[in-house]
């Protein structure tokens, strides 16, 4: 008898589906053995990259210092700074003061009884001094600290007057006392401010703040200070400066800490490949973080999405069901775009214009686009395209990245960098070809800084 | 057959009952496969043991609800059974052509029933193991797997028309045996 291929092929397709071997429950437990033992959870797994991120995060705030306000004296508090618990007329009434400025000669003498509202202070370490001759007897300095009242540094204040002297303070809301006299906006009855151009007699003065920009609330508590005595007042010299008027911002960020922007284009080795020969997927980032940028030593840290352009990453599963005939089943499954977000955290080396930097780069899967296609006797029956699955591919990873940075100009660098997947992306069992274990990938970026 | 999918989220997240319903379902399902790749009994089960232990990790990364099991379940058992090849390939060539076991059980319990000429599936399935093991590779690949030359190409590391070459010389080989054969089981009847 001869034997043609079909009739070899048939033979033994017929034969194969017809081998059958007994089960025996001594084989599920050889296989037991081999099995994981049950887990409680993946709780344990979730702390300890809450724990990191949360380490990260930490940090990352060591590095953004708030912009510290600058040492302010009494007078010069007042020109359209409006430091934070300084009542809005105490402002307006320094600016009188400074319109009008009085002679060396001129004397404020404040009552015998001054009734002066305190309030916490909401600045930290910052010192006030009343008035700026150093020579002068009445020199006085209130160092505040934090959570002390402005009644309480009164009250430190006080032994180091000269017996002869008087003051009511009330930092910092003290040109209270000026703006009594010159402005209208202490008419209310409750403040009782006298001044005379030349001299003060003693009498009654009662300094209130705004009610409306009080902000100490309930906290406030009264402080009176009794049988002082005149008080000589030191008057300011120099002029105003123009920038002393306009608004202050609050600058978030010191010199050489940014927050940045950066695009970034490369191409990186594909998880896989149908052939001996190594593929490339190309892939597109945007990212924005935090950058400290001094000369030497700094560090960034940063959130990137990129997406990833595979050109071999597929599954394809195939089934032949023997009966009458042979039915092929075939599904591909095709990734055709990798979702990642980076969570990029580096330190640099910058010289000049040169910057050098190094680190690691959790990466998360976070989706993919994919197409699926199911088709039987090599008829295409269904054709799909998905959003989000991510069958096949692990979803964290681990990239230590290299980079090189060229500033080009105050905001702008241009850069590129090295990076290396340690965690492979892809279950190798559930895709044919060459895996690539540790894929590479390049990129050339563009950084900028949202600040100069 | 069908497999449902609750039973495969039950093994994914680690269901003892669950895995041992999965397993003597696989066993009958994957077993033949395995067979078809190995000489003997014992390491066709602890090939399926080792797919079977790849099948329970990778199902948590799968979508239970749309998976084909069957096809996924042998795809990852075929994938197991070349990678061992692969490993083995140097000892696998050093004992080529020798009698294994299952082929001694196999003619001590089949000697008898020569004579009605009715080959037995196992009969034939034996054959495999009597070419050499590369070409029996990609027979069992192409002819009964499915596979086409590109895929055992990537598979076995090797081109395609390697492959080809291996597939007609494992066709040469088996027909000369199924003719021997034939032959013997004339000679008997007479």
Not at chain 1, 19 to 42: C, I
Not at chain 1, 242 to 260: A, K
Request: proline share 5%.
């Amino acid at each position: 008898m001869n034997w043609s291929d079909d009739e070899i092929d048939k033979l033994f397709q017929e034969s194969s589906s017809q081998l059958n071997v007994p089960y025996q429950e001594s084989f599920w437990e050889e296989m037991e053995t081999l099995l994981p033992a049950p887990q409680k959870s993946r709780r344990g797994i979730a702390w300890i990259w809450g724990g990191f991120m949360a380490c990260i995060l930490l940090i990352g705030t060591l590095f953004i210092p708030f912009k510290k306000i600058d040492t302010p004296s009494l007078g010069r508090v007042t020109a359209g700074k409006q430091l934070p618990g300084t009542p809005v007329h105490a402002m307006q009434a320094s600016a009188v003061q400074h319109a009008v400025p009085l002679t060396e000669t001129q004397v404020e003498s404040t009552s015998e009884k001054a009734t002066v509202p305190t309030k916490p202070v909401h600045v930290a370490a910052t010192t006030f001094t009343t008035l700026q001759d150093a020579t002068s007897p009445l020199n006085m300095t209130v160092s505040t600290q934090p959570g002390q009242t402005s009644g309480q540094r009164l009250q430190a204040a006080r032994p180091a007057l000269a017996p002869n002297t008087a003051v009511a303070l009330a930092a910092p809301a003290t040109p209270d006392f000026v703006a009594a006299t010159e402005s209208s906006v202490h008419e209310a009855e409750n403040t009782a401010v006298s001044r005379e151009p030349q001299s003060v007699a003693p009498e009654t003065a009662t300094a209130t703040t705004d009610p409306v920009t009080d902000i100490s609330g309930s906290e406030s508590a009264a402080t009176t200070v009794d049988n002082l005595p005149a008080l000589p007042l030191r008057t300011f010299r120099e002029p105003i400066a123009q920038t002393d008027l306009l608004p202050t911002t609050f600058d978030l960020l010191e010199r050489n800490r940014h927050l940045y922007i950066q695009l970034g284009a490369g191409i990186a080795q594909s998880y896989i490949s149908g052939t001996n020969h190594s593929s490339m997927m190309p892939t597109v980032a945007f990212g924005a973080g935090y950058l400290y940028d001094p000369k030497g030593w700094g560090f960034s840290a940063g959130l990137n999405f990129q997406s990833a352009f595979p050109a071999n990453l597929e599954i394809t599963q195939r089934s032949q069901i023997y009966g009458f005939g042979v039915t092929t089943y075939q599904q591909n499954l095709r990734y055709t775009q990798l979702y990642t977000v980076e969570l990029p955290l580096n330190i640099q080396y910058r010289k000049g214009r040169h910057i050098f930097s190094a680190g690691l780069a959790p990466t998360f899967l976070a989706g993919t686009l994919m197409n699926l296609s199911r088709s039987e006797n090599d008829e295409e029956q269904e054709n799909l395209w998905y959003l989000g699955k991510k069958e096949g591919l692990k979803s964290w990873g681990l990239k230590p990245t290299l980079a090189y940075q060229l500033k080009v100009g105050k905001t702008t660098m241009i850069g590129m960098q090295l990076n290396l997947q340690t965690v492979s992306q892809i279950d190798p069992q559930q895709f044919s070809g060459k895996h690539t274990a540790l894929p590479l990938s390049g990129q050339i970026t563009i950084r900028r800084t949202l600040s100069k | 057959m069908h497999m449902d999918s609750n039973i495969l989220k039950a093994c994914a997240s680690n269901d003892r009952k669950a895995q041992k319903q999965l397993y003597e379902y696989c066993f009958k399902m994957l077993m033949p496969t395995c067979l078809r790749y190995h000489a003997n009994e014992e390491d066709a089960r602890s090939s399926l043991n080792m797919a079977f232990l790849k099948i329970i990790n990778s199902l948590a990364t799968v979508d239970a609800e749309t998976l084909n099991f069957n096809a996924w379940a042998k795809r990852i058992t075929t994938n197991t059974l070349i990678d061992e090849y692969r490993k083995n390939k140097n000892y696998l060539s050093h004992v080529q052509g020798k009698e294994t076991e299952r082929e001694l059980d196999f003619f001590s319990e089949n000697t008898q029933n020569e004579a009605e000429s009715d080959f037995g599936c196992e009969m034939i399935m034996a054959m495999l193991t009597q070419i050499p093991d590369i070409s029996a590779k990609v027979f069992n690949l192409y002819v009964i797997d499915g596979y086409n030359h590109k895929e055992i190409a990537d598979l076995l590391d090797m081109s395609e028309g390697t492959s080809k070459w291996h597939l007609s010389t494992a066709r040469k080989l088996l027909r000369e045996k199924l003719e021997k054969m034939n032959a013997n089981a004339q000679k008997m009847v007479i």
